[in-house]
Each structure stands twice: as C-alpha cells, then as structure tokens.
C-alpha cells in the first residue's frame, strides 16, 4: 500500500546510500550495510520482474532501481558469502536491464514499421491530410517515449559497466569472462585504430 510506513532498512540505505562513494576508504562491511544491499538488490529484481504498465511506472521503476545500483558504488566488501551475493545480483540486474532495453528496441520498430506508411507522403502512404498529422503526432510522441526509456535503461547499465570494472566486482565469477573478453575487444580495436593512424 502507498500508506505503509517505510521499513528499517529504508531508513539504513537512505542514511548509507550517500556515503559509498567509489573511493570509500577500507572499511568492513556491517551487518546494516549487508542488509541494505541485500533488500535494495531484491527490490530492484522484484520490480523488474513485474511489468510496468505505464510510463509514470516505467520511470519509477528505473529510478528505484537506480537506487539500488547507488548502493553497490564503491563498496568495500570482505570476501565470503556477502560478496557472492552481491555479484549475484549484480549479475542479475544486469542481464534483466539488457533484456529489457533489447524488448523496448524491438517494440520501437514494431511501432516504427505500424507508423511507416500513415506519416509518409507520396505513394503508398497516407493520403488524408489530417488523419497523416495525426499520425506524425503519435509518433512524435511514441518514438520520443521509447527513446527516454532506452535513455535510462542505457543509463543504468552505464552504471553497472562502471561497478564491475571495480573491485571488488571485478573479480566476480558472473564477470571474469565477459570483462576478458571486453579487454580483447579493446586491444583489437586500438591496434585497428593504431594501424590506420600510421597509414594516414
């Protein structure tokens, strides 16, 4: 209910939210911290397990998960089970945020493709005046809807590449593999930009 009083460990993330910065000093992980991370990462998968229906809901939803990526950012975590689990669900919010963002791509040019021909001029396309302005302003308004969507969703998934490029989520199993591969991807495309620099 939008009634309900918020919990205890609200009140624990919204006091240690802004203090993880990602040059926090060393420090121990304490229980407050580990049952932050652990509420914030479950709300978040929860939330994008549900679907949103609108667009109010949509922002609502990035924004809270947003939230729970803030809560990762420079954490000092001792190794052993806390840290699994935050790769754990590090990982999962990653994979859910790209599926995501992938779903609201393809829905953006099924729309395009349904709009193609109503706001085009010539032949084959709508030849009512009106109804083509119409049309022109709806899709004015979805295409500008799914852009602020895939915005936000590359937003957060900007943040999570930020966190898994830093310890201690670096070494994380769920991210050894892609982080290497990332790093041969670069080195390939430096040497492709390196030769080219030398033959101009």
Known sequence: SSHESPSPFSSVCSTLAPKL????KRGALGLSLGLCLFTLGARAEAALGAPAKGVAEKSALVTNSSDALDAFAGMTINPGATTKAACAKLSVLKEKFEGQLSTSEASLEKERNVYETRICEGLGCEQDKTKRERSQAEWAHVQGTFQDEQARFHKLLDKIEDLIEEAPFRRCPE?????AKK???QQGEKLMDDQQAKSL
Do not use: T
């Open 183 to 185: 790093r041969q991807l």
């Open 175 to 179: 991210f050894e593999g892609y982080l």
């Open 21 to 24: 910065g990602r040059r926090m």
